[in-house]
C-alpha cells in the first residue's frame, strides 16, 4: 500500500516562503506521477503544480508560475513544493498526490479524479 505523508506547512507573512515535502512510502515512487493539488475553505480542491515519473515534465497552474517549483527526490523517496513569494490567496490546505505513470496527456496532470494516493494535507497560512 502505498503511502503519501505531507509536512512543512504553517503561517508565514506574505512575500514570504514555504518548502512542503510529501514522504512517499513504498519502491514505486520512482514510477509514479506526482502532484500537489489545494483546498481553501468553501472552495473545490484546485491544481497547483505536477511532475512526470522521472522528473522530465512540470505543469504549473497560472496562478502560482514563477512562484512555486515542483521537485522530486527519487533517493529519498520525497515529492517538494518550494513556494516563493506566498500570498493571502494561497492560503489553503495542500494535498500531495500520485499514481502510477502512463501515456496520459498533458490535460489529465490537471485532473485530481486521476491520481489514485493521497495525502492527509497540510495547512499552509498566509494572512492578509
Known amino acids: 500500500q502505498v503511502q503519501l505523508v505531507e509536512s512543512g506547512g504553517g503561517s508565514v507573512q506574505a512575500g514570504g516562503s514555504l518548502r512542503l515535502s510529501c514522504a512517499v512510502s513504498g519502491r514505486t515512487f520512482s514510477s509514479y506521477d506526482m502532484a500537489w493539488f489545494r483546498q481553501a475553505p468553501g472552495k473545490e480542491r484546485e491544481f497547483v503544480a505536477a511532475?512526470?515519473?522521472?522528473?522530465?515534465?512540470?505543469y504549473y497552474a497560472d496562478s502560482v508560475k514563477g512562484r512555486f517549483t515542483i521537485s522530486r527526490d527519487h533517493t529519498k523517496n520525497t515529492l517538494y513544493l518550494q513556494m516563493n513569494s506566498l500570498k493571502p490567496e494561497d492560503t489553503a490546505v495542500y494535498y500531495c498526490?500520485?499514481?502510477?505513470?502512463?501515456?496520459?496527456?498533458?490535460?489529465?496532470?490537471?485532473?485530481?479524479?486521476?491520481?489514485?494516493?493521497w495525502g492527509q494535507g497540510t495547512q499552509v497560512t498566509v494572512p492578509s
Open positions: 498526490a500520485g499514481r502510477a505513470s502512463q501515456a496520459y496527456t498533458i490535460g489529465a496532470y490537471y485532473d485530481p479524479s486521476l491520481y489514485n494516493y
Open positions: 511532475i512526470n515519473w522521472n522528473g522530465g515534465m512540470t
